[in-house]
């Protein structure tokens, strides 16, 4: 068998290596990770699997970067420059990451088709902010005399933990602000979606950044775990299960690391009374497809009032129904696969607890017919939820939507509430003071009215066991900081800038 069946044009220079203090090395493990695509099943390229003695080189090489080499002593705007180039070579290889976005793990063609200038953007955006952002601030003191200057310092060595649903975009919000912080950076992509990262490994070298300073290792979760115990990785930032960040979280608290979490999410849609239920329901069904379900934002419960619960349910299976599932490389697709076997099982185990639950399964719930080969599933959308099931509990993280009905405002607000995350939600009513009401009411990190939207120029992250900490916006660059108090005499004339 071939080592890869990606197109001659799209060509990642060396898969079978990994990139550790500025070179391309041969890992300590002869041992390989197979991509496969979840519309075929087949391999889409074999890439190096790396070992707890890569990962020690890779911390290693980090830690040297960051105590010893230029990249932390640098001006912030010398700094941003790098990140420009960096981003100007992502642009280059937009159709590249795009293709392999989908290829991986099954993304539609349609969404993933600005993969790269997305990402270019993300590096520009913190590039932006070098010129504005505090860096250093004079403070007045609270008693006796000079001044006092509070700086923001880069936490160090950056371990960058991402999922396998969006991972060039997870892992761009990590490693863009954590560069422009003066961090240095250990990239462990999911190693169902290690190509992403490969590419921007190779835009990072050809960028000219200093040795060391961003390193790529390609491994499973096992040794993941490793790195996060590395005494010498300043901070963790990861996004994934909460399940993993619960382990994650625990280790970093042992031994006083610093932290992010962008975890799990069981949003709820708030219908009122007011809106048209066909306005909702155009709004919901291609949010629902959105990365073919796997979206831990995604609105998976919506909530309505009892007395239109059976319209809604009515209109939303119909939409449902309409859905063209297929192979997501076709440009007529709505709804491609989800991302590996052990989803689709996943995926399907929930469907089945639903029905064993009582709930009413109003649209899809099984296999598309004809449709043995890849790991698709049919739109699923269950009536008559009650909240306290277990689909309406837990993550499904496929195509599945809970339908809950409520009896007024307070109890749909309750609903909503009543879960462990608090990621996302929305409220769809004509009343914008109303919905500014519901949304100061609901505890979660994001929320909208008649729409799902999540904007990185602004905060993004969740209340409760959604997480800790955001990425995006100016705060996305806070937590690869640490504060420092300076008492002086008088202002210096040599800050840094």
């Given at each position: 068998m071939p080592d890869t069946n990606l197109p001659s044009s799209y060509n990642i220079k060396h898969p079978d290596l990994l990139f550790i203090g500025?070179?391309?090395?041969?890992?300590?493990?002869?041992?390989?990770?197979?991509?496969?695509?979840?519309?075929?099943e087949e391999l889409v390229l074999r890439v190096a699997e790396g070992r707890e003695l890569d990962i020690?080189?890779?911390?290693?090489?980090?830690?040297?970067?960051?105590?010893?080499?230029?990249?932390?002593?640098?001006s912030h705007a010398e700094r941003a420059e790098k990140l420009k180039a960096v981003a100007r070579l992502l642009r280059e290889r937009n159709a590249e990451l795009a293709y392999v976005w989908t290829e991986q793990m099954g993304a539609l063609s349609s969404f993933t088709r600005n993969a790269g200038n997305d990402a270019a953007n993300m590096f520009d955006y913190f590039a932006d902010m070098a010129a504005t952002f505090p860096w250093e601030e004079e403070r007045q003191p609270g008693y006796g005399s000079g001044i006092s200057m509070v700086v923001r310092e880069p936490v160090g060595v950056v371990a960058a933990i991402c999922p396998w649903n969006g991972p060039l975009g997870a892992m761009t919000r990590k490693v863009a602000p954590a560069l422009l912080a003066g961090c240095t950076v250990i990239m462990k992509p999911s190693p169902e979606t290690p190509l992403d990262a490969y590419i921007l490994a190779e835009c990072i070298e050809a960028a000219g950044l200093p040795d060391g300073v961003v390193n790529l290792v390609t491994t499973h979760r096992d040794v993941a775990d490793y790195l996060v115990c590395r005494p010498e990785v300043d901070k963790v930032a990861f996004t994934g299960s909460t399940a993993a960040g619960r382990r994650i979280g625990a280790v970093c608290g042992d031994r006083i690391a610093r932290v992010s979490l962008e975890l799990g999410g069981k949003s709820a849609a708030i219908v009122l009374d007011d809106i048209d239920i066909a306005d909702v329901v155009a709004t919901l069904t291609p949010g629902m497809c959105r990365i073919n379900g796997q979206v831990c934002a995604s609105l998976t419960r919506v909530v309505v009032s009892k007395k239109r619960h059976d319209e809604f349910v009515d209109a939303f299976a119909g939409s449902m129904r309409g859905i063209q599932v297929g192979n997501s490389q076709d440009a007529a697709t709505q709804l491609g696969p989800l991302a590996m076997k052990r989803q689709l099982d996943r995926v399907e185990g929930y469907i089945a607890k639903?029905?064993?639950?009582?709930?009413?399964?109003?649209?899809?719930?099984?296999?598309?017919?004809?449709?043995?080969?890849?790991?698709?599933?049919?739109?699923?959308?269950?009536?008559?939820?009650?909240?306290?099931?277990?689909?309406?509990?837990?993550?499904?993280?496929?195509?599945?939507?809970?339908?809950?009905?409520?009896?007024?405002l307070t109890d749909a607000i309750r609903i909503a509430n009543d879960s462990i995350y608090g990621l996302n939600g929305a409220v769809f009513t004509n009343d914008v003071e109303q919905a500014y009401d519901v949304a100061r009411g609901v505890r979660t990190g994001t929320f909208a009215q008649n729409e799902f939207k999540i904007d990185f120029a602004l905060p993004f992250g969740g209340f409760k066991q959604s997480g800790i900490g955001r990425e995006g916006g100016p705060e996305g660059l806070l937590s690869y900081l640490e504060l420092k108090t300076i008492h002086l005499p008088r202002m210096p004339t040599n800050l840094k800038g």
């Open positions: 500025g070179r391309w090395l041969k890992p300590s493990s002869d041992a390989k990770i197979d991509v496969i695509s979840p519309n075929t020690d080189r890779a911390v290693a090489a980090a830690r040297r970067a960051f105590d010893h080499g230029p990249w932390p002593r640098l639903g029905k064993a639950e009582g709930a009413r399964l109003a649209a899809g719930g099984g296999r598309p017919k004809d449709m043995n080969r890849g790991y698709f599933v049919e739109p699923t959308l269950f009536a008559n939820v009650d909240n306290a099931m277990t689909i309406a509990r837990e993550e499904i993280f496929g195509p599945v939507v809970s339908v809950i009905p409520y009896n007024d």
